[in-house]
């Protein structure tokens, strides 16, 4: 057997999938249980089994509990898109080339065929298919890569794959504080662009300055604050030789900001919908023919199933920016297994910042 945590029901949903009036504490849906090992059987020919070291939790994992994320999984099943640890076995047809026992790898389950939407990875052991495996460079602590799939893959994917940003863009990124916001700092700046990050409140500036945001606004948390906000984007884009505007928006807040943010787009400058932190509110079809502005929905997995040996290269890249310490890795805050539902208390309380990690062992130097 292994230890793993286990969602029983979702908090925000009744037995018959109906909102309830008062979602259920994300505590009172998850546990931590001993369940039966995964082990490679004779069919599993292109699969790796993982001993998981770190497994990362963000938003839409809490979101996920409560029912309210777009894939709502069979009942009760363990949650956990992206693990780092090492390979323990694997199948035949997983060539020496590509992986070994021993290797230290991260492990994306989204990308498994029958990955359900990226679950199982806040388990002690986790079998998924060779295909969504990839070896972490030497010097790299595992803790520092548990959240790429959540975080880095969903910016890299808006910045890159979307937008093709290179050193002549000036990229905007609101819930900058947050862990896909840090990341579209962090990776736009690797990519050699500029960067504004915006924050619900000054307090919360600190992260993506130290990440190297160029710029921090407020955004704040009304219809005064978004007036003001959209006014400073507008004039620090000026300051910084973009007079027409930013160049993309990767907005994981959406709500009341978004009209103020398509005011700040430059003519066929592309706004990405990665998240909706604030809710989701009717968009002005008229608001986007005057500014001229493409807003496309960001998802990256149906990409990267899609396109795996692009997929390779772009996360290639992006450890190789870590690697070479363009981007800090970096584990926010570490629980313990036996303390990981207070993982998903962070982002019911609002107060998560970067990335989050669960330690599936006391001590580690890899």
Not at 60 to 89: E, H, N, R
Not at 299 to 322: Q, T, Y
Not at 344 to 363: C, D, H, P, Y
Request: net charge neutral; charged share 20%; aromatic share 6%.
């Amino acid at each position: 057997t292994m230890k793993a945590i286990r969602c029983s029901r979702f908090a925000a949903l009744d037995k018959s999938g109906k909102p309830l009036p008062t979602p259920s504490l994300v505590r009172d849906v998850l546990s931590l249980d001993e369940i039966p090992a995964p082990t490679l059987s004779s069919s599993d020919r292109n699969k790796v089994l993982i001993s998981a070291h770190y497994a990362g939790v963000q938003y839409p994992d809490f979101l996920q509990a409560q029912g309210l994320y777009q894939i709502k999984p069979k009942l009760p099943y363990t949650p956990g898109m992206d693990v780092a640890g090492i390979v323990v076995d694997k199948g035949p047809d997983v060539p020496d080339d590509h992986l070994r026992i021993g290797d230290r790898v991260y492990a994306n389950t989204a990308l498994c065929p029958d990955g359900g939407g990226g679950l199982g990875g806040l388990a002690e052991l986790v079998s998924v298919s060779s295909h969504a495996v990839f070896p972490i460079p030497n010097g790299l602590h595992l803790s520092s890569v548990a959240n790429i799939g959540r975080n880095y893959c969903a910016a890299y994917h808006s910045l890159k794959v979307i937008g093709n940003v290179g050193p002549s863009d000036l990229v905007l990124v609101d819930g900058a504080s947050g862990g896909v916001g840090m990341a579209t700092v962090e990776l736009a700046k690797a990519m050699g662009a500029k960067v504004i990050a915006g924050v619900s409140r000054m307090e919360k500036g600190t992260l993506p300055s130290t990440a190297g945001a160029d710029k921090v606004l407020v955004y704040g948390t009304n219809g005064e604050d978004h007036k003001k906000f959209k006014a400073e984007v507008k004039a620090v884009a000026a300051e910084m030789g973009h007079p027409q505007g930013v160049s993309l928006i990767v907005d994981v807040v959406n709500g009341d900001l978004f009209q103020s943010l398509v005011s700040c787009i430059k003519p066929l400058g592309k706004i990405c919908l990665v998240g909706f932190v604030a809710g989701q509110k009717p968009i002005k079809p008229g608001l986007l023919l005057i500014k001229e502005a493409m807003v496309v929905g960001s998802l990256w997995g149906r990409w990267a199933r899609e396109n795996p040996h692009l997929f390779r290269n772009n996360m290639d890249e992006m450890l190789n920016f870590m690697a070479e310490g363009k981007i800090e890795p970096r584990a926010d805050t570490i629980f313990s297994l036996e303390d990981s539902i207070k993982a998903f208390e962070l982002f019911e309380q609002n107060r998560a910042r970067g990335n989050t990690v669960v330690s599936m062992i006391k001590q580690s130097k890899l």
